[in-house]
């Protein structure tokens, strides 16, 4: 295949230009995949997390399962073979730091506030992007959220 | 096409999901979607009065990538792959929210009740949305992680505190949802 010396100046400018970042664009794609899967199995839906957590239908408690499952194969054939991610780099994955507090507390609070307006961080991002203009005001509360734990962390037990 | 438009399984979605962490895990990042709050809280300048938010969020445009493809993805996929037959939730799930006077999907992701602009001009309703997304965004933060980071991409690790942080969830969620729920909606 010829590459012609215009497209090879193209292709160049995009690399250099620092506002068009190409190595972000298979990011933006995993995303977009992300974002498809979440609205398409409805699990960015108030109504299906209401319903998983009246354990009327099997449907959230199906995908978490497969999806962990698939992670669990996943990382241990990355662990078993050493593999190596796209730049060559060894994959090491970092353990989580043991503690009992924070993870419960952090958690039921967490769990609250996912059980009331039905959405975790990803479908927060998600509704928006498909135009649930509310879905705003759950997000400012989010970012108020993350700032507060920001201002209390020393005062919280861990 | 009825495979494309209809409720995607959960088999099929729930191993597409584990493999988007999985790419995440190859392209030498990882899955967790509630650290873009932080990195979005250091943006708006909170790093200059508070430590916690004082990094380089340059370092995370990586996932803000991540959160750009996914409003994309739900945009396209509520405008041009969706049809009347989904959210078919369970009728007694259905029956049950009428009772609190919470509208049945009828196709829609949303309730009406709670997320439709008319909710713009109910105070208690605003209320509702913020004091949500403080407890998500607070708790998040606090457990060190949400439902990508520790329910999918800590369990599929074998991580004792995900599996705890995710235990929280759910005594949270079943409180919320079965307690306080239907004393404020």
Redesign the interface.
Known sequence: MRITPAFRQITITYKNNKYLNMKLVKFILVGFIFGIVLTKSEAVSWYRIYEMFQFQSFHMYGIIMVAVLTGIIGIQIIKKYNLKDYSGTPIHIADKEPSTVRYLLGGVIFGLGWALVGSCPGPIFILIGAGFTTVILVLVGALLGTFLYGVLKDKLPH | MEL?YH??S??I??????????????????FG??S???T??SL?G?GKK?A??NFDWKSQ???L???????????????Y??DPS??S??P??IA??QTMNIDA?QGK???DA????A??ESPKA?M?????????????????????G?????????????L???????????????F??PLIV
């Open positions: 494309i409720i995607w959960w088999y979605s729930g191993f597409i999901i584990g493999l988007i962490m999985l790419s995440l895990i190859y392209f030498g990042k990882h979607m509630s873009n709050l932080r979005l809280c708006a909170a508070i916690f938010f445009r990586w996932n990538a991540v959160v750009a493809g996914a409003m994309l993805g739900g945009f396209v996929a509520t405008h792959l969706s989904n959210v939730i369970n007694k799930t049950q929210l999907p992701l949303m309730p709670l997320f439709s602009n909710v713009f605003i509702i949305l913020i004091i949500g997304g403080i407890l998500i965004g607070f708790g998040s933060r606090y457990a060190g992680g949400c439902t990508s520790h329910a999918i991409s800590g369990l599929s690790n074998l991580q004792l505190p995900s705890i942080a995710v235990i929280g969830f759910f005594i949270g969620g079943l409180i919320m949802a079965h306080i729920l």
